[in-house]
């Protein structure tokens, strides 16, 4: 079992940014064996892609995102970053860590990421 806990979400001005992290943890895990992402959910809408990264650095991310948010992680520590610079108010919604090994994967509870004047 893996434990993913976000941190790092809340109020933000138009054009500002914000670090997300997610620290995981679990018995028996190794940490660089899995592949860490991050997905959003904003209000009435569904569940979607923000960015992930495999255990070797390779990162993928939301055509609609490239640019503006970059995610790193680091396997000394057990975490997933996700730096979100030009913060739009389309940017609001929850922020979900995600990690997957083979079949299994893994959810954290969300952040929340507000964007608003």
């Known amino acids: 079992q893996v434990q993913l806990v976000e941190s790092g979400g809340g109020l933000v001005q138009p054009g500002g940014s914000l670090r997300l992290s997610c620290a995981a943890s679990?018995?028996?895990?190794?940490?660089?064996?899995?592949?860490m992402g991050w997905y959003r959910q904003a209000p009435g809408k569904q569940r979607e892609l923000v960015a992930t990264?495999?255990?070797?650095?390779?990162?993928n991310y939301a055509d609609s995102l490239k640019g503006r948010f970059t995610i790193s992680r680091d396997n000394a520590k057990n975490t997933v970053y996700l730096q979100m610079n030009s913060l739009q108010p389309e940017d609001t919604a929850v922020y979900y860590c995600?990690?997957?090994?083979?079949?299994?994967?893994?959810w954290g509870q969300g952040t929340q990421v507000t964007v608003s004047s």
């Open positions: 990264i495999t255990g070797g650095g390779n990162t």
């Open positions: 995600w990690s997957e090994r083979g079949k299994d994967d893994y």
């Open positions: 679990g018995s028996s895990f190794i940490f660089r064996l899995y592949a």
